[in-house]
């Protein structure tokens, strides 16, 4: 039997629509927003036994630098940087700062980043985007754990 995207009995598989997850605070919610634009969601939430991925598309420097604070994960987590220009894909056409273990890296190429649980990671600074960034992070376990989604003041408390 053929059926049109998830549609059928193992439809609920394929993952088609935005079901956004509740991160970080309203005002965090709003900003990255204003940077990006969230393409699709997937966890233990939106589809039961799922590991955590986040898509994204990144097309602005956004207002709060970092983006994102340092933290740590008790899965593996893989994160991914893309540039948009299919005739020079390892250009990012951007510049992001990556701290990993409290080493700095500037990334200005397509980039596959790998951190093994209980490493920390971040801050994540963009500094510049030229062409739209694709973006994605995988978290192997069933959700998403760390505080990359708060503001700096609610970690200090």
């Not at 053929?2 to 439809?11: A, F, R, S, V, W």
């Not at 939106?46 to 590991?51: A, D, L």
């Not at 983006?67 to 990012?92: A, K, M, Q, R």
């Amino acid at each position: 039997m053929k059926y049109n995207n998830n549609e059928g009995p193992n439809g609920k598989y394929i993952i088609q629509e935005l079901k956004a997850p509740v991160t970080g605070t309203p005002e965090f919610q709003a900003m990255y927003k204003k940077f990006s634009n969230r393409i699709l969601w997937i966890d233990n939430n939106v589809c039961p036994g799922s590991f955590q991925m986040n898509t994204a598309w990144y097309y602005a420097v956004p207002e709060r630098d970092p983006v994102f604070e340092e933290h740590v994960h008790e899965y593996d987590e893989l994160i991914g940087f893309f540039g948009s220009d299919p005739g020079d894909p390892y250009n990012l056409n951007a510049e992001l700062e990556v701290t990993i273990c409290g080493e700095t890296h500037v990334i200005t190429r397509s980039s596959l980043i790998f951190c093994p649980k209980n490493m920390p990671h971040m801050p994540l600074s963009i500094k510049r985007v030229d062409r739209p960034i694709f973006h994605f992070s995988i978290v192997s376990g069933p959700e998403y754990n760390g505080s990359a989604y708060k503001l700096k003041e609610e970690l200090e408390k």
